[in-house]
């Protein structure tokens, strides 16, 4: 079974500044997705970027960009230029590519603290 | 927009009660799903479904059970409340593969208190 670690339950970043979230995980399939979901406190889990385990070139999406390191099992996660609207819980995912329904692993959060 | 809708934020039960969340979405999505969401340890799967009539276990099914009678919504049922089930529920739901690139869209979540 897959499993996805999140090793850091709270990280707190200056407005402005970058900060950087890790994940692990553990698989033994070679077709897969990776995803960091964001959940403010309105509790609504917005996709903040994903990754294709066979496209080598990492992720960006504008301030949000990831450092995928397929042999290490690492997905880490980087905000720069942190926004107070970034303050939020952060979820690593899997999701096999071939599984029936396609189910997401979740790790265990990371809590973001922004202060002005 | 995708819109994944619960019935409910907030509940409050007894122990012993059964209990339905039900989950709406409205984009024909084939896959459906249940998480409970607990400080530390994440969302965990308890149950998904990838058609009508059919269910499939999670990581964490004790004391839970499902029902997709429609397409649109996926039911899923405490049969006897207890307190270790109180928790966040978040129902998500998701395209079949058509393309590689899909992704989940996820309900506000109820928060259920067992008392």
């Known amino acids: 079974a897959q499993t996805v670690t999140q090793s850091q339950p709270e990280m707190s970043v200056q407005e402005a500044e970058t900060v950087t979230l890790s994940c692990t995980y553990d698989?033994?399939?070679?077709?897969?997705?990776l995803f960091w979901y964001k959940q403010p406190p309105s509790r609504q889990m917005i996709l903040v970027i994903r990754?294709?385990?066979?496209?080598?070139q990492n992720a960006t999406e504008n301030r949000f960009s990831v450092n995928f390191q397929k042999a290490a099992k690492s997905f880490s996660l980087k905000i720069s230029d942190s926004q107070l609207g970034d303050a939020a819980m952060y979820f690593c995912?899997?999701?096999?590519?071939?599984?029936?329904?396609?189910?997401?692993?979740f790790g265990g959060g990371t809590r973001v603290l922004v202060k002005p | 927009d995708v819109k994944v809708t619960q019935s409910s934020r907030y509940l409050v039960k007894r122990t012993g009660e059964k209990v339905f969340l039900e989950c709406v979405q409205d984009?024909?999505?084939?896959?459906m799903f249940w998480y409970r969401q607990d400080p530390g340890l994440g969302l965990r799967l308890i149950y998904f479904s990838y058609d009508v009539k059919m269910k499939e276990k999670g990581d964490i099914p004790e004391g839970y059970s499902v029902s997709r009678e429609k397409k649109e919504r996926f039911s899923l049922i405490l049969e006897s409340a207890s307190t270790n089930q109180t928790s966040m529920y978040l129902c998500?739901?998701?395209?079949?593969?058509?393309?590689?690139?899909?992704?989940?869209?996820f309900g506000q979540g109820t928060r259920l208190t067992v008392v």
């Open positions: 995912a899997y999701r096999s590519a071939l599984a029936a329904g396609n189910k997401l692993t």
């Open positions: 998500a739901s998701k395209p079949r593969d058509r393309a590689r690139e899909t992704e989940a869209f």
């Open positions: 990754q294709e385990a066979y496209k080598q």
């Open positions: 698989t033994s399939e070679s077709d897969y997705y």
């Open positions: 984009m024909d999505h084939e896959n």
